[in-house]
């Protein structure tokens, strides 16, 4: 059983940055790729980030391009996820998780293929 846990969450101000990290264990981490998701207050779960399991390759969702970086340390079981230039609206509940294969027709943003999530851990950006 896929074990996920993040830290790093915190209130910041704009423009401010923060670093999340979530710590992997139970599943053969390096064979899976992993996502970063957020979700505010009334909206939809929404991929940030994903990232390949060498870890060279990926994918951002719009919004967060050019201010996230995604990278992971497959030695450490680590994921991390880099926030610059952060705005209020970035201001969410944010997961890390981790999925076996992508469905045909599908993004590695999409949050359905994504077996393992973790508990969360808040960002909170004050204007």
């Known amino acids: 059983q896929g074990q996920l846990v993040e830290s790093g969450g915190g209130s910041v101000q704009a423009g401010g940055s923060l670093r999340l990290s979530c710590a992997v264990s139970g599943f053969p981490y390096s064979t899976y790729y992993m996502g970063w998701f957020r979700q505010a207050p009334g909206k939809e779960r929404e991929g940030v980030a994903a990232i390949y399991s060498e870890g060279r390759v990926t994918s951002y969702a719009d919004s967060v391009k050019g201010r996230f970086t995604i990278f992971r340390d497959n030695a450490k079981n680590t994921l991390c996820l880099q926030m610059n230039s952060l705005k209020p609206e970035d201001t969410a509940m944010y997961y890390c998780?981790?999925?076996?294969?992508?469905?045909?027709?599908?993004?590695?943003?999409?949050?359905?293929?994504?077996?393992?999530w973790g508990q969360g851990t808040q960002v909170t950006v004050s204007s």
């Open positions: 998780a981790a999925a076996n294969r992508r469905r045909v027709g599908t993004t590695r943003l999409d949050r359905s293929n994504y077996d393992y």
